[in-house]
């Protein structure tokens, strides 16, 4: 069956930099493009961005751009979340979801970031 | 980038009532290939989102069929029958017609 496992929760320093793995399984990676969602406490859902991962084509959030990095391992089935200069504003649970539909996510990486 | 409003932000229903949510957009969320790219996900506390529809009213395995998905263009709708003590938590919807995708804000439903 279709899973999305990532990685798991993290303490960052602000300024620190973090990375999010998501690890499919029961289908390869590539045949679907992949979007990663973060939702701030009591907060939302808030897009952060999307990869193509056959081709490795990339779209940020605005507010995020130049901060963050998205990837994909063929190799190892696994997608990669890079966020860099990390402050408060950052702290939520990170998810991955697959494109289009959003239809499996993984089952969240909370992430907090102390000042 | 294509903003969506839900409305309301809030509900308080009656065990076994009807109750409704809309979700207008800034935008027509039609496609050219003729598909209508939106979608509604349900959020429990603590727990991941879950699809319940993909283009507009087409409903995700295991969904029941108390919900449904409706609408077109600008504005759809989410209706909940007979509303159960497992339908509390926080619904969304969200596009895909284009990137950045969006979503609502979110209406959260709790039960009287």
């Known amino acids: 069956q279709v899973q999305l496992v990532q990685s798991g929760g993290e303490i960052k320093n602000a300024g620190a930099s973090l990375r999010v793995s998501c690890k499919a399984s029961g289908y390869i990676l590539t045949t679907y493009g992949l979007s990663w969602v973060r939702q701030a406490p009591g907060q939302g859902l808030e897009w952060v961005g999307w990869i193509d991962t056959n081709n490795g084509d990339t779209r940020y959030a605005k507010n995020l751009q130049g901060r963050v990095t998205l990837t994909a391992d063929r190799s190892t089935n696994t997608a990669y979340l890079d966020l860099r200069s990390l402050t408060s504003d950052d702290t939520a649970v990170y998810y991955c979801?697959?494109?289009?539909?959003?239809?499996?996510w993984g089952q969240g990486t909370p992430v907090t970031v102390s000042s | 980038d294509i903003v969506l409003t839900q409305t309301p932000l809030s509900l308080s229903v009656t065990p076994g009532q009807s109750t409704s949510i809309s979700c207008r957009s800034s935008q027509s969320l039609l496609h050219s290939d003729g598909n209508t790219y939106l979608y509604w996900y349900f959020q429990k506390p603590g727990q991941r989102p879950q699809l319940l529809f993909y283009?507009?009213?087409l409903r995700s395995s295991g969904v029941p069929d108390r919900f449904r998905g409706s609408g077109s263009g600008t504005h759809f709708t989410l209706t909940i029958s007979r509303v159960e003590a497992e339908d509390v938590g926080v619904y969304y919807c969200?596009?895909?017609?284009?990137?950045?995708?969006?979503f609502g804000q979110g209406t959260k439903v709790d039960i009287k």
């Open positions: 979801a697959r494109e289009r539909r959003f239809d499996y």
């Open positions: 969200m596009q895909t017609l284009e990137l950045p995708r969006t």
């Open positions: 283009e507009v009213s």
